[in-house]
């Protein structure tokens, strides 16, 4: 049964940091695209990363470069989402995505994944 899960939401103070990680079970995650996106209340669900099945390509969307990084641990078969200097306007909650890679780029729209998460909620608040 292939499943996605993550973990390592939480509530956080503004400037602090929290890691996410997205673990897949049912499949070789190594073999894949991942992408972490967020949805807050009232908006639409956006990609924040992704990572390419490769490694060989990352994206980030601007309001988190510089501070979020994507990695993956192929033994663990993990994705890890490292984030720092959160501010409110990220909370939100955050879902991994896995997409059989089929390029040298990772996507960075909703539909173009196949396998979800059930999103862990990332609160920045004081």
């Known amino acids: 049964q292939v499943q996605l899960v993550e973990s390592g939401g939480g509530l956080v103070q503004p400037g602090g940091s929290l890691r996410l990680s997205c673990e897949a079970s049912g499949f070789t995650l190594a073999y894949y695209d991942i992408g972490w996106f967020r949805e807050a209340p009232g908006k639409e669900r956006e990609a924040v990363s992704c990572i390419s099945d490769s490694d060989g390509f990352t994206y980030y969307t601007e309001d988190v470069k510089g501070r979020f990084t994507i990695s993956r641990d192929n033994a663990k078969n993990t994705v890890y989402l490292q984030m720092n200097s959160l501010t409110p306007e990220d909370t939100a909650t955050y879902y991994c995505?896995?997409?059989?890679?089929?390029?040298?780029?990772?996507?960075?729209?909703?539909?173009?994944?196949?396998?979800w998460g059930q999103g862990t909620q990332v609160t920045v608040s004081s």
């Open positions: 995505a896995a997409d059989r890679g089929a390029s040298s780029y990772c996507p960075t729209y909703v539909h173009e994944y196949g396998y």
